[in-house]
């Protein structure tokens, strides 16, 4: 299983960015997939997941600025983050889940700085 994360990088604050985490090994289209971040002295956070049927779920901190989105086809997942904040600023992993099974890819820098 490999999950390959990129996308990420330095932006100003109110500007945009698009993680993209491509995946390898697994029947992705049964998989739920999801976005976590971990700032520097702080625990790994969820960001948002998304259901193999489509179900989105976020956390209170980003709705209404990121949205997750998944591309079959592709095997891959991706968040789109608007309106980022210094407060974003963090490594964002993917992560995958199929009933016990799980896995999560190395990591993206993201930098909300001005």
């Known amino acids: 299983v490999q999950l390959q994360a990129s996308g990420g990088g330095l932006v100003q604050p109110g500007g945009s960015l698009r993680l993209s985490c491509a995946a390898s090994?697994?029947?992705?289209?049964?998989?739920?997939m999801g976005w976590y971040r971990q700032a520097p002295g702080k625990e790994r956070e969820l960001v948002a997941t998304?259901?193999?049927?489509?179900?989105?779920n976020y956390a209170d901190s980003v709705k209404g600025r990121f949205t997750i989105s998944r591309d079959n086809g592709k095997r891959t997942v991706y968040l789109q983050m608007n309106s980022l904040k210094p407060e974003d600023t963090a490594v964002y992993y993917c992560?995958?889940?199929?009933?016990?099974?799980?896995?999560w890819g190395q990591g993206t820098q993201v930098t909300v700085s001005s």
């Open positions: 998304i259901t193999s049927g489509g179900t989105k």
């Open positions: 090994g697994i029947t992705f289209v049964n998989n739920e």
């Open positions: 992560k995958r889940r199929y009933g016990r099974a799980e896995s």
